[in-house]
Nanobody, 120 residues
Framework: QVRLAQSGGGLVQAGGSLRLSCAASGGTFSNYTMGWFRQAPGKERDLVAAIHYSGASTFYADSVKGRFTISRDNAKNTVFLRMNSLKPEDTALYYC?????????????WGRGTQVTVSS
């Protein structure tokens, strides 16, 4: 069973930065495409960023392009989300997730979520 343990997050002022981490265990991390999702109260959960299992390609939602950076360290089974120039609208519960390609594009394993709150 794959387990994703999230860390990071918290309260930050607008314009500040945070880094989220997600450490995987119980599977072959280097085979997984990893994604970061977020869900604000009353809204759907949306994909924010994703990184191919090789690290060769990334995806960013338009709302975070140029501000967020996803990266991975396959030696440490960890994926990161660096968030700069944070805005109040970035406030949400952030989840990391792993796609093991059983059904490509479908994320199979999820972290428990970590809260990010950006004050104005």
């Amino acid at each position: 069973q794959v387990r994703l343990a999230q860390s990071g997050g918290g309260l930050v002022q607008a314009g500040g930065s945070l880094r989220l981490s997600c450490a995987a265990s119980g599977g072959t991390f280097s085979n997984y495409t990893m994604g970061w999702f977020r869900q604000a109260p009353g809204k759907e959960r949306d994909l924010v960023a994703a990184i191919h299992y090789s690290g060769a390609s990334t995806f960013y939602a338009d709302s975070v392009k140029g501000r967020f950076t996803i990266s991975r360290d396959n030696a440490k089974n960890t994926v990161f989300l660096r968030m700069n120039s944070l805005k109040p609208e970035d406030t949400a519960l952030y989840y990391c997730a792993a796609d093991d390609s059983t059904v490509p594009g479908v994320y199979d394993y999820w972290g428990r979520g970590t809260q990010v709150t950006v004050s104005s």
